[in-house]
């Protein structure tokens, strides 16, 4: 199909898939349970992390962990005491665990008060068309405290060739606005034109077989190449076009 065959096709399904109806079989539930800032933006950041494998099972360990954090995360993490974080060391979600949440806490906390907060950290190096040095840079900062080496592997890096598809999807909840009660838009600091797709399995195939990417890997070249080519569609909102590329791999199996 043509450029513009392709973009009123995917036009369409973002049309029938950004909608609140699909938001309680998605991860994206559980930062809707909250009003304020700081706990939407806290509570997505912890629910992104572990968004992989079974969405159910996501969903469960996401509301566990807000449990955990007695369902005030911004005030858990900004005033817990040591003893506190004793709680959590019996969480598990696959490879992630109750030693890794309890470094996550901590770096929340120092994120908070010496970084101006996630927005502020995210927002640091970004450029016109990519967040993906901002999200390398985010890194380094959140681990800036001591921590056990397995913990760094729960947050990705584009600078070592990561397509970084959970912290994108966590950018895309935070900055993309909220006109159809999906996404939140309470980040202001970065646009909609500087996101990427979060590229996993089900939208890497939708992509390749739309022509999208021709790179059979799902990796921080393919985000480029899917990046480039959503923006020719929609440069000032490109990653739209994941409510597209997810529905039509995940529930038309396309």
Known sequence: MTQEELKEFLDAKVEQYNRP???????????????K???????????STIAWGNRKSIINNSERMME???????????????????????????????????????????????HGGLENTFALKGD????QMSISQFKTVFFELDHLPRTTKHVSDP?????????????RWMVRNNNNGVD?????????SQLSCPLDVHSGNVARKLGLI????????ALAELDANL????????????????????????
Request: aromatic share 14%; hydrophobic share 35%; glycine share 6%.
């Open 184 to 192: 939140f838009g309470i980040w202001k600091k970065i646009s909609p």
């Open 21 to 35: 109806d699909f938001l309680s079989t998605d991860p994206l539930r559980i930062p809707h349970g909250f009003t």
């Open 128 to 131: 016109i068309t990519s967040l």
């Open 68 to 114: 955990l954090l007695e369902n005030s995360p911004f005030d858990f993490v900004m005033n817990h005491q040591t003893k506190d974080l004793e709680k959590l060391q019996g969480f598990v979600h696959r490879t992630f665990n109750g030693v890794d949440l309890m470094y996550f806490i901590r770096s929340l906390k120092n994120i908070y008060r010496q």
């Open 214 to 221: 021709q790179r059979k890997q799902n990796d921080g070249k």
């Open 37 to 47: 800032k700081e706990d939407i933006e806290i509570s997505g950041f912890l629910t």
């Open 159 to 171: 600078q070592k060739g990561s397509a970084a598809k959970r912290i994108n999807m966590f950018l």
């Open 231 to 254: 923006r020719r569609l929609d440069p000032h909102d490109p990653v739209k076009y994941d409510f597209a590329l997810f529905g039509l791999g995940v529930f038309e199996k396309f």
